[in-house]
């Protein structure tokens, strides 16, 4: 499984984004599918995840309410739309697949077997 994504950029605070992750290879519509992002110096957070067929989805309270995660089956793709960003959303944005994630575990990374190489997003003020 190969995982690419896009749509990083440069945006002023308030601003909106939508990024994008394909999959290739081996993808299942029952995977869990989740965003992780890493600012400078910092170690990588749980933005925001879909468990297997969408049961469940998940926010970090950081992005609640701002955020929206969605995923297309047929086009194997998983967005994420940002609205009123914020200078602190600044990060390198990953997109991860996994197998067998435990609903309870959609924030932990090492639930996560596939991970994109990542887009960067960076908020001014």
């Known amino acids: 499984v190969q995982l690419q994504a896009s749509g990083g950029g440069l945006v002023q605070a308030g601003g909106s984004l939508r990024l994008s992750c394909v999959a290739s290879?081996?993808?299942?519509?029952?995977?869990?599918v989740a965003w992780f992002r890493q600012a400078p110096g910092m170690d990588r957070h749980f933005v925001a995840a879909i468990h297997r067929n969408g049961g469940r989805i998940a926010y970090s309270d950081s992005v609640k309410g701002r955020f929206t995660i969605s995923r297309d089956n047929a086009r194997m793709t998983v967005y994420l739309q940002m609205n009123s960003l914020r200078p602190e959303d600044t990060a390198v944005y990953y997109c991860?697949?996994?197998?067998?994630?435990?609903?309870?575990?959609?924030?932990?990374?090492?639930?996560?077997?596939?991970w994109g190489q990542g887009t960067q997003v960076t908020v001014s003020s």
């Open positions: 290879g081996r993808t299942r519509s029952t995977d869990s």
């Open positions: 991860a697949f996994g197998r067998s994630v435990i609903s309870s575990n959609l924030g932990s990374e090492s639930a996560y077997t596939y």
